[in-house]
């Protein structure tokens, strides 16, 4: 994904009060973000560990949204967004407070995640002997359009535009 600053994430959330977009920090340098390897950029709010942002490109621009993340099951779960199935620990559900009217009554949407915004390193990993023995490189392509297409498709479910 393109690079952001500090000021396009505050900008890019769509279903934060204008207190909580302008109280964002970033926990750590964004000029240090390999961006070339990221399909979305997410990260937890070190003061309040249960919130978390993830920004993500949609149609040329980046939503941001400010989510809720459940505390740790013993289960393991299958990410919704990368479907490895190698890495099925730290898989969480985060919910986020849809966009507008609809967030302010209280309507929110939901999705299994890794908790560790790991996704991106997952879709880019060589294939196991069973998948994708025959195009490794193909197999990494189909699984980053897979993560681009899941991601946004969250995002236009946040922002209500489905
Ligand atoms: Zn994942």
Excluded at 32 to 48: A, C, I, N, Q
Excluded at 56 to 64: A, F, K, L
Excluded at 92 to 121: E, I, P, W, Y
Excluded at 122 to 140: A, L
Aim: some cysteine; charged content about 25%; overall charge positive.
């Amino acid at each position: 994904m393109e690079p952001l600053r500090s000021a396009d994430l505050s900008r890019a959330l769509i279903n934060a009060s204008r207190k909580e977009a302008t109280s964002l920090k970033v926990p750590f340098d964004l000029e240090t973000v390999p961006w070339e390897r990221l399909d979305y950029l997410g990260f937890s709010d070190p003061k309040s560990p249960q919130r978390a942002y993830l920004f993500v490109p949609v149609d040329q621009q980046v939503i941001g949204a400010i989510l809720r993340v459940t505390p740790a099951s013993r289960n393991q779960a299958l990410c919704s967004w990368c479907e490895d199935v190698t890495e099925t620990t730290g898989v969480r559900m985060f919910t986020a407070k849809r966009a507008g009217a609809a967030g302010r009554s209280g309507n929110t949407v939901g999705t299994l995640l890794h908790a560790d915004f790991s996704c991106s390193q997952h879709v880019r990993r060589k294939p196991t002997s069973f998948e994708g023995k025959h195009d490794p490189d193909r197999f990494m392509a189909d699984r980053i359009t897979a993560l681009k297409l899941h991601a946004e498709q969250f995002m236009r479910r946040v922002s209500t535009q489905v």
